[in-house]
């Protein structure tokens, strides 16, 4: 089973160190919407990479199961509780860093992004299991 996920867990170690560096290493960078700092661009990117990486992992079993959708729901919810996970490190334990819901926001709609990613990639691969 770790075989298949060595790059989602070798991604999600990258993710949980960058998360633990403490808030000065990174630049600050103004916008004209709080919301759309670059801050929650890299949210997005780096669990949309993590939900897709899940989801490779699994592509035979998701290519061949009826139910494909509960694999990617479950890839979704890993992915987002992981964020969780981060946020609260950030909060609670990581020094210079600051846990925020709305950077738990950007990793979950990371996490769906990431899905869809990889739907739209493999849609060819998905319809062709689909006529068996």
Aim: net charge positive; charged share 15%.
């Amino acid at each position: 089973m770790l075989q298949k996920l060595w790059p989602a867990l070798l991604w999600s170690l990258i993710i949980l160190l960058l998360t633990g560096l403490p808030g000065n290493y990174f630049p600050r960078v103004t916008t004209f919407w709080n919301w759309l700092e670059p801050d929650k661009a890299v949210h997005l990117f780096i669990f949309g990479v993590l939900a897709f990486l899940i989801l490779f992992g699994y592509r035979e079993q998701y290519f061949n199961s009826k139910k494909r959708y509960l694999f990617g729901l479950v890839a979704i919810i890993v992915t987002a509780v992981y964020g969780l996970t981060t946020e609260i490190l950030q909060y609670y334990v990581f020094v210079g860093r600051n846990g925020s819901r709305f950077d738990f926001f950007a990793d979950t709609i990371g996490a769906i992004i990431g899905w869809l990613l990889f739907v739209y990639l493999y849609r060819k691969k998905i319809r062709r299991n689909e006529s068996y």
